[in-house]
C-alpha cells in the first residue's frame, strides 16, 4: 500500500521511523506570535528550562495586536524581544519587518517543501500550499518544542479534494475553498488532512493554493496539503532558496484516503460564506439585498499581492460608496511596497479605502476596524463566528478581494462580474 505526501512527511521525521498512530517527530521550525508565543515563553520558565534546541529553528512574528494596540500588547512583544535576545533566538521580528505570519515566512524562505513545521496559530496549516507538513498547536506544545525540538502528532487521515472543469470570471481560490467548505462543513475534513489535487489546482497560481490551505482549519482538517511542483519551486526561488534545499514529492498512486470528493469547478460563482459559519456558503449574486457598513481587504487569507492586484482593477476609477467603511490591508511590509510600485495603494486611495500597516488587526477584533452591535462587514478574512470582528452582535461574510472591492463600490454585496 503506497503513502499519500502527508505520511511520508511524517515517517520521514518520525523518530522511530515507523508510521504509528501516533508519533514523535523532529520539527524544522517552530514559532509564534505576539499572542500565543507570550504563553509558550511563561509556559518554557515555569518548566525551568534553560536551552533551546536550535536559535535558527524557532520564529516569534508579532503582528496580531501590533502596532501594539494596548500596554499589554507592547509587554508581550517586549516579553519575546527579550527572550530572543537571551537565547540568541534568530528569527524574531517586529513591525519594522514581518507583517502577518502565514504571508511573511514563506515570502522570506523560511517554509520548504517536505518540511514538518508547527506553529502556535490555527492558521499555521497555510503552508501546505508549499508541500509542506503544517500543524498548528497549542503554546504549552510550542513551548516544549522550543525546548526539544519535538513534537507529538497523531497521524491523520486525508481526504484527497479533485478539482476539474473551467474557471468562471473571477472566481479564484477563496471561491473554491468557501463552496468545498459549504459542500463538507465545518466539520467535514476533522482532524483530516485536505489533500487539493486536480488540474484545476495544478494551474493555480501559489497565492491562491496558500489561500485554500489557509481555511482547510475551518472545515475542522488537521492541514491542507498540495503536491508541489514547478510552480512551487519558482516561488520558492523567488524567496530565495536555493535549489539544492527544494524537494519534491507527489502521494503515491496507490496511497490510501479516508474519501474521495471530485467537484466541478464550472458550476461555481463568485462564493460569500454568510454569518456565522464559514461553511454558510452561497452565490455573491443571491446575497445582494445585504448592506454593508464596512469592507476589509487582507489578512493571511487574501492580503498578499495578486489579492490587491485583482481589487485594483475593478477599483479603478471608481468610488467606495458613500457611507461606507473600506479597509485594504497589505500582508507584509514587502507587499505594501510592491502594491506602492504597482500602484494599486494609489488606486485605493483614490477610491476612498483607509490603508493600513501590516497586521492581522480586524480579522480577530484586535484593532483597525472593530465593529459594532448591528454593523455588517464584508471581509476578505478566513472566520466569520459571532463576534469575530466585534461586537457578538455584528454580522462578518467572508468573500475574494474581487468580491470585497465590487461590494464596496456598491455598498452591498455584489458579484464582481456586475460591475461594468
Known sequence: MGLTLIEKILLKHSLSKKLEDFIYAKVDFCFGNDITAPLAVKEFNQAKFNSVFNSQKIGFICDHFTPARDLKAANNVKLLKDFADKFKIKHFYDIDVCGVEHAFLPESGLIKPLELIIGADSHTCTYGALGAASFGVGSTDLAAAIKSGKAWFRVP??????????????????????YTIGKIGVDGALYKVMEFSGPVIRNLAIDDRFTMCNMAIEAGGKTGIIEPDEKTVKYLKGAGVKAKDIKLEKSDSDAKYSKIIKIDVSKIKPQVACPHLPSNAKSAASCSKVKLDQVVIGSCTNGRLSDLAIAAKILKGK??????RAIVIPATPKIYSQAEKAKYLEIFAEAGFMISPATCGPCLGGHTGILDKGEV???????????????????VYLSSPAVAAASAITGRITDPNDIS
Do not use: C, H, W
Not at 377 to 395: H, V
Open 377 to 395: 462587514a464584508l471581509a476578505t478574512t478566513n472566520r466569520n463566528f459571532i463576534g469575530r470582528m466585534g461586537d457578538p452582535g455584528s454580522f
Open 319 to 324: 468610488k467606495v460608496k458613500k457611507g461606507l
Open 157 to 178: 487521515e486525508t481526504i484527497k479534494f479533485v478539482y476539474q472543469g473551467k474557471l468562471k470570471p473571477y472566481v479564484s481560490g477563496k471561491d473554491l475553498i468557501l
